[in-house]
């Protein structure tokens, strides 16, 4: 097995999303286009990648709340990606070093996590004002609307090694 360094563009635009409960797919999308991956690049797409209505519907959002289906979509993509419930400090030691989806079960809300500041977390966020939150969380707005799941995505791609000639 080979392993690649994944492009990654910090600054990619979130786009806002049209439903009310499309958080983590607008998420994915993002993530996706801020990896390069040319695969459920929009809210639609990436909806339906996700998987209506066993995965995500318009009752309950994101049907499971650790991630695990945004996982296995970055996981069939080539993105290691996986998942856990970080505290804090855990949460802002992983975003110095790779990108992440973030769902909050108290805010009831999924987001891109483009990295930290050092005391806050800098978002993609496809509902900006959500429950007081907009482009950054500070560690008061974690706690308050928590517990958090994080998909952290290693900015490496594993690729089968190929026989050789």
């Given amino acids: ?53 066993d995965n995500i519907n318009a009752m309950y959002g994101l049907m499971d709340a650790s991630g695990s289906r945004l996982v296995q979509c970055l996981r069939e993509q080539g993105a290691p990606a996986f998942n856990c419930w970080p505290s804090w400090s855990q949460i802002d030691q992983l975003a110095q070093y790779m990108p992440m989806l973030l769902g909050g079960v108290g805010w009831n809300h999924w987001v891109g996590v483009r990295g930290t500041d050092g005391t806050n977390l800098l978002l993609a966020n496809s509902a900006e004002g959500w429950q007081g939150v907009y482009d950054t969380m500070n560690s008061s707005q974690f706690v308050a609307l928590g517990p958090f799941a994080a998909v952290p995505v290693p900015l490496l791609r594993q690729f089968p090694s190929l026989p050789q000639a």
């Avoid at 690649?4 to 607008?26: F, G, I, K, R």
């Fill in 1 to 53: 097995m080979s392993i690649e360094p994944l492009a990654y563009n910090p600054t990619e635009p979130q786009q806002q999303q049209l439903l009310d409960w499309t958080c983590s797919a607008c998420s994915l999308a993002w993530m996706n286009r801020a990896l390069g991956i040319q695969f459920a690049t929009d809210e639609p797409s990436a909806t339906d990648y996700i998987g209506v209505p």
